[in-house]
């Protein structure tokens, strides 16, 4: 298995992708919220994602980035959306998971991206691991 994600790491590279990492333990912003996941969805709830009692609380990234996001969530921001119409609340972007997809890694770097006003276009790519509540059997692991 080993060999086979090195080798996929490196068709990527060759392609000029840059390799990004994460944390495994993230923030529901970054995993969730960033990616304008409702905070009422499914996927969310106790039995699809590993919720951490130590740390409780992620830091939020600068507040004008909560802003927009809650903004997009309520209302659709400046998105051009209708958003999904509710009361974002901060607390539960705050939440500690274990991370469930390394799309947020990439949120993170596309985050990073925007506020150094790096040059256009990225390319990126986060082969990780990822946590999720599963049944284990032979075809299936938590991680």
């Known amino acids: 298995m080993v060999n086979l994600i090195n080798e996929i790491r490196e068709i990527f590279i060759s392609l000029g992708f840059t390799e990004i990492r ?11 919220d ?4 409702p905070q009422d969805h499914p996927a969310r709830e106790l039995q699809d ?3 951490l009692s130590n740390p409780k609380e992620a830091k939020l990234p600068d507040r004008e980035r909560v802003l ?6 309520e209302n659709g921001g400046s998105s051009k959306s209708t958003g999904w119409g509710y009361d ?10 274990l991370r469930t997809h390394t799309t947020a890694t990439t ?19 986060c082969i990780d691991r990822v946590f999720r509540n599963e049944s284990v059997d032979k075809y299936h692991l938590a991680e």
């Open 22 to 32: 994460g944390p495994i333990v993230e923030s529901a912003f970054f995993n969730f």
């Open 34 to 37: 960033a990616l304008f996941q």
């Open 49 to 51: 994602t590993f919720y």
């Open 68 to 73: 927009e996001v809650k903004a997009t969530h």
């Open 88 to 97: 974002w609340d901060e607390n539960i972007a705050k939440k500690t998971v």
């Open 107 to 125: 949120i993170r770097r596309l985050a990073e991206f925007y506020k150094n006003n790096d040059k256009a276009p990225v390319k990126v790519f």
